[in-house]
C-alpha cells in the first residue's frame, strides 16, 4: 500500500504561481512513478503530467508544458507539482498517483494508488 496526501492547493490570480505536494508514504515510494491529474467541473479526469521513480524522466501534458514542473525528493517521499503562469482553465482538482511502471504512467496508465485531491482556484 502506498499513501498520498496532496496539499498546496488554494485561491490564485491568473498568471500566477502555485506548488502543490505529494506526500507519499507505505512501501516503497521510492520505486514508483508518480503522476500528476486533475478534474475540472464537469470534466473526465486527465493526466497532467508524470515522473520516474529516479526523477530522470518526466512527460507532460501538451496544455501545461513549459508552464509545469514536476519534481520529486525520495528522501522526503515527496513529489511536487510546480504551476507558473496559470490560466483559468487550470482550475480543477488535482490529484497525486502511484504506478509501479513509468512506460505507461508517463502516458497517463497504469496508476494504482491515488490521493483525495487538492482544490486549484484560478481567478481575479
Known amino acids: 500500500q502506498v499513501q498520498l496526501v496532496e496539499s498546496g492547493g488554494g485561491l490564485v490570480q491568473p498568471g500566477g504561481s502555485l506548488r502543490l505536494s505529494c506526500a507519499a508514504s507505505?512501501?516503497?515510494?521510492?520505486?514508483?512513478?508518480m503522476g500528476w491529474f486533475r478534474q475540472a467541473p464537469g470534466k473526465e479526469r486527465a493526466f497532467v503530467g508524470a515522473?520516474?521513480?529516479?526523477?530522470?524522466?518526466?512527460s507532460y501534458a501538451e496544455s501545461v508544458k513549459g508552464r509545469f514542473t514536476i519534481s520529486r525528493d525520495n528522501a522526503k517521499n515527496t513529489m511536487y507539482l510546480q504551476m507558473n503562469s496559470l490560466k483559468p482553465e487550470d482550475e480543477a482538482v488535482y490529484y497525486c498517483?502511484?504506478?509501479?511502471?513509468?512506460?505507461?504512467?508517463?502516458?497517463?496508465?497504469?496508476?494504482?494508488?491515488w490521493g483525495q485531491g487538492t482544490q486549484v482556484t484560478v481567478s481575479s
Open positions: 515522473i520516474s521513480w529516479s526523477g530522470g524522466s518526466t
Open positions: 507505505g512501501r516503497t515510494y521510492s520505486s514508483w512513478a
Open positions: 498517483a502511484a504506478a509501479p511502471n513509468y512506460d505507461m504512467g508517463s502516458r497517463g496508465f497504469g496508476y494504482t494508488y
